[in-house]
T-cell receptor, first 115, second 112 residues
Framework: GAGVSQSPRYKVAKRGQDVALRCDPISGHVSLFWYQQALGQGPEFLTY????????KSGLPSDRFFAERPEGSVSTLKIQRTQQEDSAVYLC?????????????FGQGTRLTVV | GDSVTQMEGPVTLSEEACLTINCTYTATGYPSLFWYVQYPGEGLQLLLKATKADDKGSNKGFEATYRKETTSFHLEKGSVQVSDSAVYFC???????????FGTGTKLQVIP
């Protein structure tokens, strides 16, 4: 597709369950970001990849959160032992240039609900 | 650290009314400033941006001017349409890569 694709669109997880969220960036985009958007809030930065290198993971809220982009294209955000406070929309964005310069294109997000 | 403060919503306007959504920021150095829009059921889209002081970003009839002296980037439109109903986010990014810091968003509802 032409845009950033995220799957699944919706995920319901039982507390304590592990989840994996997928992001397919626009083909050829070097930079990839993950954001977390709680209900009624703006997105908050989680982590940044330049190709396969994770250059910044300062926004990951705990060591239960892990992200990877092994071949510099598709990325997966994994959350272990989910908690209710993890309920949010997880947004992925990609941009063509390195260092994140240039316009970032966002996916529609994955809405995670932990019950 | 960097932060963005924008007016709380929801904002309800009649079609063809004037719109202003206030946004102020705190950042070190000279950030780039953005307005993003999120239409119902869709992803975030960049609406406009400004990269240096006194720059004016504009798109789809919306405008915002980068005011360094007041650390503001207010969004304006002279005549809103029903199709402008959405959530608007003010945002900034600092030097280096574009890690974006967002405000909390302002929901705009335009009624016919």
């Amino acid at each position: 597709g032409a845009g950033v694709s995220q799957s699944p669109r919706y995920k319901v997880a039982k507390r304590g369950q592990d989840v994996a969220l997928r992001c397919d960036p626009i083909s050829g985009h070097v930079s990839l970001f993950w954001y977390q958007q709680a209900l009624g809030q703006g997105p908050e930065f989680l982590t940044y990849f330049q190709n396969e290198a994770q250059l910044d993971k300062s926004g990951l809220p705990s060591d239960r959160f892990f992200a990877e982009r092994p071949e510099g294209s598709v990325s997966t955000l994994k959350i272990q032992r989910t908690q209710q406070e993890d309920s949010a929309v997880y947004l992925c964005a990609s941009s063509l240039e390195d260092r994140g310069r240039g316009e970032a294109f966002f996916g529609q997000g994955t809405r995670l609900t932990v019950v | 650290g960097d932060s963005v403060t924008q007016m709380e919503g929801p904002v309800t306007l009649s079609e063809e009314a004037c719109l202003t959504i206030n946004c102020t920021y705190t950042a070190t150095g000279y950030p780039s400033l953005f307005w993003y829009v999120q239409y119902p059921g869709e992803g975030l889209q960049l609406l406009l941006k400004a990269t240096k002081a006194d720059d004016k970003g504009s798109n789809k009839g919306f405008e915002a001017t980068y005011r360094k002296e007041t650390t503001s980037f207010h969004l304006e439109k002279g005549s809103v349409q029903v199709s402008d109903s959405a959530v608007y986010f003010c945002a900034l990014s600092g030097r280096g890569y574009q890690k974006v810091t967002f405000g909390t968003g302002t929901k705009l509802q335009v009624i016919p």
